[in-house]
C-alpha cells in the first residue's frame, strides 16, 4: 500500500515506507556495498519511535515548552534527559496491560511501545533549568531562557599627546 494515498507525504514517512518494503530476498542479492548503506535496525527503531510521538513547542518570553500527549503513562515510564548539552531527549515506554484468564482481545488499537523526540535546543536555553510535570496524560517540559547578554559599554581611550 502506497502510504500516499493514507495521506501521509512526509519525507520521514516515505522513508518507513521504504524501509518496511525491503524484503530478505532482496537485500541478499545486493552487493556487500549496498548493505553498508542500508540503514541499521537500532535507526529504523528510533525513526519509527520519533514518527510516532507528535509534539507541540512553544516559545514564550522567557522559556521555552515541549508538549506530548502520555495517556495512560505512570512518570517512571517516562524519560527526560539533555544530551550534548543542547539536545532534548523525551523518551519511554508504554506496556501492553498483562492478559487476565478468560480474557481476550476483540480489538487492540492502542499504540505500544518505546517512543522518542529530540529537540536541538536553542543557544539562549538554560539546560540547568529544566522542568517537567506530566498532567492528564500530557507531559509539559519547560525549558528556562538565559538572560540576554548584557550590552558592551563603549570604552574611552585617553589620546596621549606626543
Known amino acids: 500500500m502506497d502510504i500516499r494515498m493514507m495521506g501521509f507525504d512526509s519525507p520521514i514517512f516515505s522513508a518507513l515506507q521504504h524501509m518496511m518494503d525491503l524484503h530478505p530476498e532482496d ?38 515548552e515541549f508538549v506530548i500527549d502520555m495517556p495512560g503513562l505512570a512518570s517512571g515510564d517516562i524519560k527526560v534527559l539533555v544530551e550534548d548539552d543542547n539536545v532534548l531527549l523525551i ?26 523526540r529530540k529537540f536541538v535546543l536553542p543557544e539562549n536555553a538554560d539546560t540547568d533549568a529544566i522542568s517537567a510535570v506530566c498532567k492528564d496524560g500530557v507531559l509539559t517540559v519547560t525549558v528556562k531562557k538565559l538572560p540576554p547578554p548584557e550590552p558592551k559599554k563603549p570604552k574611552t581611550i585617553e589620546v596621549k599627546i606626543a
Open 91 to 116: 523518551s519511554g515506554e508504554r506496556k501492553r496491560e498483562g492478559e487476565k484468564e478468560g480474557e481476550k482481545y476483540l480489538r487492540m488499537e492502542r499504540r505500544v511501545g518505546k517512543f522518542m
Open 27 to 64: 537485500q541478499s542479492e545486493k552487493s556487500t556495498a549496498g548493505a553498508a548503506n542500508a540503514p541499521t535496525r537500532a535507526y529504523v527503531r528510533d525513526a519509527r519511535a520519533m514518527a510516532s510521538t507528535p509534539a507541540d513547542v512553544k516559545e514564550y518570553p522567557g522559556s521555552y
